[in-house]
């Protein structure tokens, strides 16, 4: 029998619900990039992945055009990943430090990896709409790991969506209390902690701005929270 996260899954693959986000995924999946000409990209919503009984989630924004949309696996296949994997794998929560394509034997061990929104957006920038349009299938993919004890927010969308998930929830929180930046730890009212990085985006680690120590620092911070 299918589990609830394997059972979501299928739906979110499925999921048409957003005009302008299937029509962008799919003329992406049509025109590639020079670099993937040979590549059948995947150009469907990228379901979650990773370890259901994970302690540790991470929170990103959406699947990269020609990353993700392209492997449908989250930060599978770009620069993203490139940086992200390798520090997984330092930390104890990937069993490799590459991420190229599903089936290449990678294994997330108490972390699993989901987005705010789950198809490749124009300009990585979902509309507020489209952000609420996926909200149910993080709500229904929250409440099937039930061993969470750490979310670990990949940049800003992902910690606004996390925010507006506990609203969702029923607890009264102003969000002039919750302030994205790196680093920044807040014991959240359900009982979960929300640890903020800065996302690995190629603009950010390219630029400095993100950092191999400050990234691993994230994770030995996540790792020491889901222990306590």
Known sequence: MASPLQILNQEVIACRRCARLTEYREAIGRQKRRAY???EYWAKPVPGFGDPQARV????????AHGS???GRPFTGDASGKFMFPVLHKTGFASQPNAEQIGDGLRLVDCYITAA???APPDNKPTPDEIAACAPF???????????KVVVALGKIGFE??????????FAIAKKDYVFGHSAEYKMPNGKIL????HP?????????LTEKMFIWIFHRAKKLASS
Request: with cysteine; charged share 20%.
């Open 37 to 39: 000409i040979d590549c």
């Open 57 to 64: 989630l991470l929170l990103g924004l959406a699947p990269g």
């Open 69 to 71: 949309n392209r492997t």
């Open 117 to 119: 929104v789950r198809c």
């Open 138 to 148: 993080l709500d229904r993919e929250l409440a099937a790991l039930g061993n969470l």
């Open 161 to 170: 969506a996390y925010l507006n998930f506990v609203k969702r929830q029923g």
């Open 195 to 198: 640890l903020a990085s800065y």
């Open 201 to 209: 985006s190629n603009q950010n680690t390219a630029t400095g701005k």
